[in-house]
Nanobody, 127 residues
Framework: QVQLVESGGGLVQAGDSLRLSCTASGITFGSYAMGWFRQAPGQEREFVAAISRSGKVTKYEDSVKGQFTISRDDAKNTTDLQMNNLKPEDSAVYYC????????????????????WGQGTQVTVSS
């Protein structure tokens, strides 16, 4: 079965850290660049971070640079998002996504580029 499954969301306090994980199944994981998006209530789904097929190239939305880190483990078919110093404005549903590409790029910030999506995991940061 082809799917992406996120885990690791929860309720934390401002300043805390959280690590989200996304496990892929049914795909050749190494052929996909991976991304994380988030969507707060009443807002558009926005790009957070992406990582290339090899893991050597990453891209971040400006507001999370230095705060979030994306990584991947091809042996486990997982991509993680380490989130540090969380703020209330980071509260959202976080989605994992995959884009099939022959290139070692991470410049996939547009939702329409992605072929697959997870169901999302809720992150709530209290002040």
């Amino acid at each position: 079965q082809v799917q992406l499954v996120e885990s690791g969301g929860g309720l934390v306090q401002a300043g805390d850290s959280l690590r989200l994980s996304c496990t892929a199944s049914g795909i050749t994981f190494g052929s996909y660049a991976m991304g994380w998006f988030r969507q707060a209530p009443g807002q558009e789904r926005e790009f957070v971070a992406a990582i290339s097929r090899s893991g050597k190239v990453t891209k971040y939305e400006d507001s999370v640079k230095g705060q979030f880190t994306i990584s991947r483990d091809d042996a486990k078919n997982t991509t993680d998002l380490q989130m540090n110093n969380l703020k209330p404005e980071d509260s959202a549903v976080y989605y994992c996504a995959a884009v099939l590409t022959p290139y070692d790029y991470a410049s996939f910030a547009m939702r329409l580029r992605y072929n697959m999506w997870g169901q999302g995991t809720q992150v709530t940061v209290s002040s």
